[in-house]
């Protein structure tokens, strides 16, 4: 299955300029999804981090995992309409800078879920390089 940004933005809440997942390439619901980040020097985090020298703050590619994981548990009918707040995050690990022009390819899959919790262990890659990694957290909202 794969959503585009319209799509997407019918399971989640989030919006531009915050909305930090472009397409989902891959989808088995509930269980794991692949989406891409295309990373552009028009952001506005940009302008601030770092001027000179653009880098992709990792709260950013953390936060664009964690919009994959709501993706992935959001688009189980019994879930439609609630919100995945998020938790927690344990063991983020960062490999590599993500700068424009890179496309983030954001791997997600639901370790655990039960009731409204659940974790979910993601990696973030560009071309075949891990750029991070971790563990996170969510509870489901109204």
Same mark, same amino acid.
Request: hydrophobic residues 45%.
């Given at each position: 299955?794969?959503?585009? !940004?319209? *799509?997407? *933005?019918?399971?989640?809440?989030? #919006?531009?300029?915050?909305?930090? %997942?472009? #397409?989902?390439?891959?989808?088995?619901?509930? /269980?794991?999804?692949?989406?891409?980040?295309?990373? !552009?020097?028009?952001?506005?985090?940009?302008?601030?981090?770092?001027?000179?020298?653009?880098?992709?703050?990792? %709260?950013?590619?953390?936060?664009?995992?964690? *919009?994959? !994981?709501?993706?992935?548990?959001? !688009?189980?009918?019994?879930?439609?309409?609630?919100?995945?707040?998020?938790?927690?995050?344990?063991?983020?690990?960062?490999? #590599?800078?993500?700068?424009?022009?890179?496309?983030?390819?954001?791997?997600?899959?639901?370790?655990?879920?039960?009731?409204?919790?659940?974790?979910?262990?993601?990696?973030?890659?560009?071309?075949?390089? /891990?750029?991070?990694?971790?563990?996170?957290?969510?509870?489901?909202? *109204?």
């Amino acid at each position: 299955m794969i959503l585009n !940004s319209n *799509q997407i *933005q019918e399971i989640i809440p989030h #919006r531009y300029p915050f909305l930090m %997942v472009d #397409r989902i390439i891959e989808l088995e619901k509930g /269980l794991r999804a692949v989406g891409e980040k295309c990373v !552009s020097a028009n952001e506005m985090h940009f302008i601030g981090h770092f001027p000179g020298t653009h880098v992709m703050p990792g %709260v950013l590619i953390i936060e664009a995992l964690a *919009q994959v !994981s709501a993706v992935t548990i959001l !688009s189980l009918e019994e879930n439609k309409g609630r919100i995945a707040y998020f938790a927690g995050i344990k063991n983020a690990k960062f490999r #590599r800078k993500v700068i424009p022009g890179d496309t983030l390819r954001l791997e997600i899959l639901i370790k655990r879920f039960k009731g409204l919790v659940g974790i979910g262990g993601g990696k973030a890659f560009v071309e075949d390089e /891990l750029a991070c990694e971790a563990e996170l957290m969510f509870v489901l909202g *109204q």
